[in-house]
């Protein structure tokens, strides 16, 4: 069974960082696509990062250069460090991890994931 758990969300100035974290249990991070994405409240969960399975990233525009998707194989999570936060980036935070191993970009897409962590919440305040 498939588990992911996200940690590291809370309350913060703008302008200030946070550091999210998804540990996995019963997949190997290493080997399958990983992604973060968000969802505000009376929006549509959007995609924020991903890290492929050799490790390349991508990010949606809104947040290159702010945040660093990362992986950790020997603890297997994937991280989200978050820089120079905004109002804008107040959301739940959900890492998942794509339905194919070895997939270099997992995607835009919610649909292309299929296990998701409960969401952490970020709240990014002036």
């Known amino acids: 069974q498939v588990q992911l758990v996200e940690s590291g969300g809370g309350l913060v100035q703008a302008g200030g960082s946070l550091r999210l974290s998804c540990a996995a249990s019963?997949?190997?991070?290493?080997?399958?696509?990983m992604g973060w994405f968000r969802q505000a409240p009376g929006k549509e969960r959007e995609f924020v990062a991903s890290?492929?399975?050799?490790?390349?990233?991508y990010y949606t525009d809104s947040v290159k250069g702010r945040f660093t998707i990362s992986r950790d194989n020997a603890k297997n999570t994937v991280d989200l460090q978050m820089n120079s936060l905004k109002l804008d980036d107040t959301a739940v935070y959900y890492c998942?991890?794509?339905?194919?191993?070895?997939?270099?970009?997992?995607?835009?897409?919610?649909?292309?994931?299929?296990?998701w962590g409960q969401g952490t919440q970020v709240t990014v305040s002036s």
């Open positions: 998942a991890t794509h339905r194919l191993q070895y997939v270099y970009n997992g995607g835009r897409s919610a649909e292309q994931y299929d296990y």
């Open positions: 890290i492929g399975w050799t490790g390349n990233t």
């Open positions: 019963g997949r190997t991070v290493s080997t399958y696509a």
